[in-house]
């Protein structure tokens, strides 16, 4: 059974900088790729980041690359978020999600598992 955990959220001025985490638990190894998602309220669930566990690679939505860095410790199996140089329009709740399928690493329907969430908001 599968379980993600996230953690980190809380409040903070805009220009402040937050890091999410998200404890991985219930599988032998983290999945091929896991990612981190957002939604606010009356808005659909956006990709912001996605790390690959075979070369690392990332991936960032346009919205926080620059600002936002997706990592992952193997050995703890914890996926992080540093997000910096927060704007208000980041306020939303954030998701890790793991279980990969295959296709685009920012798109939720490629995920299998996803954790409750974790509140950010920026004022």
């Known amino acids: 059974h599968v379980q993600l955990v996230e953690s980190g959220g809380g409040s903070v001025q805009a220009g402040g900088s937050l890091r999410l985490s998200c404890a991985a638990s219930?599988?032998?190894?983290?999945?091929?790729?896991m990612g981190w998602f957002r939604q606010a309220p009356g808005k659909e669930r956006e990709g912001v980041a996605a790390?690959?566990?075979?070369?690392?690679?990332?991936d960032y939505s346009d919205s926080v690359k620059g600002r936002f860095t997706i990592s992952h410790d193997n050995a703890k199996r914890t996926l992080y978020l540093q997000m910096n140089s927060l704007k208000p329009e980041d306020s939303a709740m954030y998701y890790c999600?793991?279980?990969?399928?295959?296709?685009?690493?920012?798109?939720?329907?490629?995920?299998?598992?996803w954790g409750q969430g974790t509140q950010v908001t920026v004022s």
């Open positions: 790390i690959c566990r075979i070369g690392g690679g990332t």
């Open positions: 219930g599988y032998g190894h983290i999945t091929k790729c």
């Open positions: 999600a793991a279980g990969f399928r295959g296709g685009q690493t920012r798109l939720d329907g490629n995920y299998n598992y």
